[in-house]
């Protein structure tokens, strides 16, 4: 018998994820493709279904990864005698 996905787990069409993350539908599918969201082919013939809960998780690293990217960034324009206590500072808050 074939799996039949858990009770109130919620599928959005390509089509509905690509609204929600302003993105182009063959761009969710290849998101789906290189799983970073989690879908599968349903029905005859086959359509792709989207789980809700990973796009919140997409969302979600997203968000980590700008996160990153800003302390980098951050860190990268911080001088050497800002960070050890010593000499001028050259951007001062």
Known sequence: MPETPEAGVRLFAPAQVAEMLHLPVDEVVALVLEGRLRGAKVGTPGRWRIE??????????????????????????????????????????
């Open 52 to 93: 809700a809960d990973s796009v919140d998780t997409y969302l979600d690293d997203q968000a980590e990864e700008a996160r990153r990217i800003a302390l980098w960034r951050e860190s990268n324009a911080a001088s050497f005698p800002e960070l050890w206590g010593r000499g001028s500072i050259r951007n001062p808050d």
